[in-house]
Each structure stands twice: as C-alpha cells, then as structure tokens.
C-alpha cells in the first residue's frame, strides 16, 4: 500500500476530488494549511502598510490506496491539480505497512476497499 500526500491549491479541491473518484479511489482526508515554497508568498496593502505573506493558503490531501492504484492516483492529481504556475504544489510517496479498519477489523488491502 502506498500513502500519497498532496499539496495543492485551495480552488483545485474539487477538481482533485473528482480525478481521484474517477481513478477508483475510495476515500481521502484533507486539511487546510498554510505554506511556501519558491511561490515566497506575496506583499500586500492594507490600510496604507504595506505586509508581506509569506505563508500561502494550500490544501493537504492525503490517501492510502494499494500499490497497483498509486500511479493512476498520482496521475490524477497531477492532472487535475496543474495550473502551470509557480505553487501547484507537491505530492509525496510514501510505504504503508499496514491499515485496519477499526469497525470490522479488516486489514490490509481489505481495510482501505
């Protein structure tokens, strides 16, 4: 089994939502964060000061599918999630040992179908 975390833009999630549906996945979490990479943010005015943001608005999304799906999902996110621009964010890889289903006690393969 494989964890696949992606960080993408906030206006992408629905997008990425429906490219991983149609890629057969079952399920996924997400969260809001805050970030930067080579994007560094922005400055913005506010009631004449000017400040700068250095840390972006992303979500993080993050599914655990079996290994013969990981790259249809990975390719659905990149897909989908692709602007072109500096800040479409990163997706990382990583092993899964194991999973279980707390309800049935299912493992496995088993537990994330």
Same mark, same amino acid.
């Given at each position: 089994?494989?964890?696949?975390?992606?960080?993408?833009?906030?206006?992408?999630?629905?997008?990425?939502? $429906?490219?991983?549906?149609?890629?057969?996945?079952?399920?996924?979490?997400?969260?809001?964060?805050?970030?930067?990479?080579?994007?560094?943010?922005?400055?913005?005015?506010?009631?004449?000061?000017?400040? $700068?943001?250095?840390?972006?608005?992303?979500?993080?999304?993050?599914? !655990?599918?079996?290994?013969?799906?990981? $790259?249809?999902?990975?390719?659905? !996110?990149?897909? $989908?999630?692709?602007?072109?621009?500096?800040?479409?964010?990163?997706?990382?890889?990583?092993?899964?040992?194991?999973?279980?289903?707390?309800?049935?006690?299912?493992?496995?393969?088993?537990a994330i179908n």
């Open positions: 089994m494989k964890r696949i975390e992606a960080i993408i833009r906030l206006h992408k999630l629905e997008e990425v939502k $429906s490219a991983l549906n149609a890629a057969g996945v079952m399920g996924m979490t997400g969260i809001e964060v805050k970030g930067f990479g080579r994007q560094r943010g922005h400055t913005e005015i506010f009631r004449d000061s000017e400040y $700068s943001v250095d840390c972006l608005p992303k979500v993080e999304i993050e599914v !655990v599918v079996c290994d013969e799906q990981a $790259s249809a999902a990975i390719i659905a !996110v990149v897909k $989908s999630a692709r602007t072109g621009r500096i800040g479409d964010g990163k997706i990382f890889v990583a092993a899964v040992e194991q999973a279980v289903r707390i309800r049935t006690a299912q493992q496995g393969a088993e």
